[in-house]
């Protein structure tokens, strides 16, 4: 496979070392591939520098904000430079929480019932009526709109505690969802050109699958492939991926993360531009199905395309 491959990873938000981590990763497959590849760093060049390189395909490794929100996307698509992942409308869509869910539920997908409040009309009644009018019961997650990786995200066990961790998020994040807390077991779609490559279970030895969990080695999550569900409810996980991957107008990879309570699934969010790190769960549940690391990179590059 010869083709020019400009990787993007880095980039300013917070997960920018999970960036860095997935796009080396993904170097290294492509020079395998017999790709000739150069690395662009949002943090060290301007995006509108991107215009350099149209004879190129765009590897988009970045992640969290400026990365998966659109932005990085609509100059990809300004400058009419293929690229792999979803594109701009499926990027913004799905990194916006209060959105996607909202989608989900217009397309009866099972999603955590919710509601979401901003710094300016914050106020403890408020907090307390809206929870009362949800009839959340404790524990209850509270988490900011659009970051990824779990960052920011809080499982609060009292009011007190809710009252202090929702002012703090309001005071980094303006605006917030917070969340009814499903218990179960949590579980995770890998979707791949439309097709779903199967479901993972993790058994975090954390509260839950947080950051921490999902990027470092000593947190010791356990990984369960496939997820240990009856085949019935496994052959429906995947289903709810595939058709979450096709309303939301995705391309190329995405994973989908639920909480299997009661025999119901009910769909998180949906991550546009999943890790590709050692630690990451799509590459793992790839190699269940016989596609190597290579392999899957090279899938991925082959659905570049530009949206317009």
């Known amino acids: ?86 594109g701009i409308i499926s990027s913004i869509n799905a990194m916006d929480k209060l959105i996607s869910k909202k989608i989900f539920s217009n397309n009866k997908i099972l999603t955590p019932k919710y509601f979401d409040i901003s710094q ?96 470092n080695k000593s947190a010791k999550t356990q990984h369960i492939m496939p997820a240990d569900i009856d085949k019935k409810s496994y052959l429906e996980v995947c289903k709810i991926a595939e058709r979450v991957h096709k309303i939301m107008k995705c391309r190329g990879v995405t994973r989908s993360d639920f909480k299997y309570h009661n025999g119901k699934f009910f769909i998180l969010e949906l991550n546009t531009q999943p890790g590709m790190t050692n630690l990451s769960l799509v590459p793992e549940i790839a190699r269940y199905k016989k596609i190597s690391f290579k392999k899957l990179v090279k899938n991925i590059v082959l659905d570049a395309d530009v949206n317009k």
Do not use: W
């Not at 991107?50 to 400058?79: P, W």
């Not at 961790?165 to 005071?171: I, R």
């Not at 917030?176 to 179960?184: N, T, V, Y």
């Open 1 to 86: 496979m010869k083709k020019k491959i400009l990787v993007v990873m880095g980039g300013t938000s917070k997960e920018r070392e999970i960036s860095k981590k997935s796009g080396y990763a993904c170097i290294k497959a492509l020079k395998e591939l017999g790709c000739k590849v150069k690395i662009f760093d949002p943090y060290k060049k301007k995006l509108n520098k991107i215009i350099n390189y149209k004879n190129h395909i765009i590897f988009n490794a970045l992640h969290g904000k400026g990365g998966e929100d659109g932005i990085a996307q609509s100059y990809f698509e300004f400058f009419n430079i293929p690229y792999t992942h979803s």
């Open 120 to 215: 300016n009309e914050y106020n403890d009644i408020f907090l307390l009526q809206s929870i009362k009018k949800k009839h959340f019961k404790f524990p209850i997650v509270a988490k900011p709109i659009n970051e990824g990786s779990s960052i920011g995200v809080k499982i609060i066990k009292n009011f007190k505690v809710l009252k202090f961790e929702v002012k703090n998020l309001l005071k980094k994040y303006q605006h917030i969802i917070i969340e009814e807390f499903i218990p179960g077991q949590e579980i995770q779609v890998a979707v791949l050109n439309n097709k779903a490559l199967g479901a993972i279970e993790l058994k975090p030895k954390r509260k839950f699958y947080d950051y921490k969990a999902k990027y």
